[in-house]
T-cell receptor, first 115, second 110 residues
C-alpha cells in the first residue's frame, strides 16, 4: 500500500490566486482529515469526513476554504483567494473510521507558501 | 472548551538520559489518548491509550494514562539522537475528532 498520497508536495503562489491541494486515501479507509500546521498555532484540524460526508468543518478558517470528497478515495482542499497567512503545511490523514480508530495515517504534507 | 496541554514545550538532554513528557487534558466525551512522533515530515503514530494504569511499551518508549487526574506521560529511556523530534499528544473524542496539544520538542545531544 502506498499510504496516503498528497499533491503537490510544495506550492508557491501569489496572494489572490486559487490553490488546490489533493489527497488520496489509503484503500479501504473511510475517514479523511485535513490539518494545517504552523509554528505559531501547531497542528489544527480543519475538517473531517466520514464515508464522504463532512462531519465537522468547524476548523475551516473562513469561506475562502472549501473541501470536497468527490469519491470515497479522493479529496481536495481549495483556498480561493489565497492570502499570505494561509502559508503552512497542510496534512491529509485517513483512517478506518466508523469505530474508535487506533491511528490516523498521515500523508507527507503539502508545504504552501503564499507570497 | 476542550484543551490538551503538553509540557515541557522543549527539552534538551544528552544521549543516554531518560526523559518524561507530559500531556494533560480537559476534553468532553473522552475516548482515547494518542501519542505521535513528528520528525521532519508527517506525524507517525506511537501509542493509543484508553484505560487508566495500563502501560503501553514499544522498545525504549512507554506510556501510561491516568483518567482520574486527566493526564498521560510518555517515557523514553536510554535516549538516542534519533529520538530527537516533536512529540505530539492528542485526545480523541467520541465523534472521532482529535484535539491536539502543541507538542514537546525534544533534542538529544550526542
Amino acid at each position: 500500500d502506498a499510504g496516503v498520497i498528497q499533491s503537490p508536495r510544495h506550492e508557491v503562489t501569489e496572494m489572490g490566486q486559487e490553490v488546490t491541494l489533493r489527497c488520496k486515501l489509503i484503500s479501504g479507509h473511510n475517514s479523511l482529515f485535513w490539518y494545517r500546521q504552523t509554528m505559531m498555532r501547531g497542528l489544527e484540524l480543519l475538517i473531517y469526513f466520514n464515508n464522504n460526508v463532512p462531519i465537522d468543518d468547524s476548523g475551516m478558517p473562513e469561506d475562502r476554504f472549501s473541501a470536497k470528497m468527490p469519491n470515497a478515495s479522493f479529496s481536495t482542499l481549495k483556498i480561493q483567494p489565497s492570502e499570505p497567512r494561509d502559508s503552512a503545511v497542510y496534512f491529509c490523514a485517513s483512517g478506518d473510521g466508523g469505530r474508535s480508530y487506533n491511528e490516523q495515517f498521515f500523508g507527507p504534507g503539502t508545504r504552501l507558501t503564499v507570497l | 472548551e476542550d484543551k490538551v496541554v503538553q509540557s515541557p514545550l522543549s527539552l534538551v538532554v544528552h544521549e543516554g538520559d531518560t526523559v518524561t513528557l507530559n500531556c494533560s487534558y480537559e476534553v468532553t466525551n473522552f475516548r482515547s489518548l494518542l501519542w505521535y512522533k513528528q520528525e521532519k515530515k508527517a506525524p507517525t503514530f506511537l501509542f493509543m491509550l484508553t484505560s487508566s494504569g495500563i502501560e503501553k511499551k514499544s522498545g525504549r518508549l512507554s506510556s501510561i494514562l491516568d483518567k482520574k487526574e486527566l493526564f498521560s506521560i510518555l517515557n523514553i529511556t536510554a535516549t538516542q539522537t534519533g529520538d530527537s523530534a516533536v512529540y505530539l499528544c492528542a485526545v480523541e473524542k467520541g465523534n472521532y475528532q482529535l484535539i491536539w496539544g502543541a507538542g514537546t520538542k525534544l533534542i538529544i545531544k550526542p
